[in-house]
């Protein structure tokens, strides 16, 4: 009687089906050299064979912000020297926010040749979204620090530091947020430029561009305070601006971690083994 050897393949793909919601999420963590790595290599990926690399997308940022800031003090009647870093302290952070969505609806469906041969945790293609988000966010701050420095000097002390609670809350929103994203976008292929289309509206509707201070009454409170991307982007603004952060807009986004970890550990768990059927 012969036995039947089972293809290597097939071995490592059920291992990585085995694997539950909560050992993916807390497996992949612990790789931080492989995500790490990852992330790394693909920044150096999209800027290769270029001079200045990811500083790109910082002179890209510098001319926006210097093009829009000159028209938009105008606008809202605002002091270019106050408009200038208002406006790239909400678009550093805003970039942070926005790419990592965008990004995030690609996770899976360009790495299903990954997940599909090698066995890994899914949850590593976040980390790696999220690390190079912020290696590019750390890039953009030259831009934000030459605008303070010349026009809000003011701003540049002790208050700056509270960013970095705003950045790490960021950071684990945007884990969820690429695994939960990157799931829907697998499965339903329509997700991905639904998803594109609501970050181009919301950009417009959420106060980057315009101070919060410019809507009053019922309007006010549907785009400033109901508005969760605004208070994803002041937890890091307001420090950027020398500003204490509103505890509102901590809570709020304390919430929805702990509401989108939650709601994410949940479709996980339930169709973690679908993933590399799906592609």
Avoid at 60 to 71: A, H, I, K, Q, T
Avoid at 115 to 128: H, P
Avoid at 238 to 254: C, E, F, M, Q, R
Wanted: hydrophobic share 50%; net charge positive; charged share 10%.
């Amino acid at each position: 009687m012969t036995m039947t050897s089972v293809p290597q393949t097939s071995v490592d793909q059920l291992r990585s089906l085995a694997l539950t919601a909560g050992q993916d999420i807390i497996g992949g963590l612990w790789k931080t050299e492989l995500w790490g790595r990852l992330g790394w290599l693909d920044v150096k990926r999209r800027y290769r064979r270029t001079m200045l690399g990811p500083f790109w997308t910082s002179i890209s940022l510098s001319m926006y912000v210097m093009g829009v800031g000159l028209v938009g003090a105008g606008l809202w009647h605002q002091n270019i020297s106050d408009y200038l870093p208002f406006l790239v302290s909400g678009m550093v952070a805003w970039l942070l926010v926005s790419t990592i969505i965008t990004e995030a609806c690609t996770l899976l469906v360009s790495g299903h040749a990954l997940f599909r041969n090698v066995t890994f945790e899914y949850s590593i293609l976040a980390y790696a979204l999220v690390w190079r988000n912020l290696i590019t966010f750390l890039h953009n701050l030259v831009v934000w620090l030459l605008i303070v420095a010349v026009f809000r000097p003011e701003a540049l002390g002790f208050t700056v530091f509270l960013a970095l609670p705003g950045v790490l809350l960021i950071a684990l929103n945007g884990v969820w947020i690429s695994l939960l994203c990157g799931m829907f976008c697998l499965r339903f292929r329509d997700v991905t430029p639904l998803v594109s289309s609501i970050i181009q509206i919301s950009m417009l509707i959420t106060p980057i561009f315009w101070p919060p201070e410019s809507l009053e009454g019922s309007r006010r409170l549907i785009f400033v305070g109901l508005n969760p991307l605004h208070h994803m982007v002041d937890i890091v603004r307001s420090p950027l601006l020398g500003k204490v952060p509103a505890v509102t807009s901590y809570l709020i986004v304390v919430l929805i971690t702990a509401g989108g970890w939650y709601l994410t550990y949940v479709v996980l768990r339930r169709f973690r083994r679908r993933i590399a059927y799906w592609s």
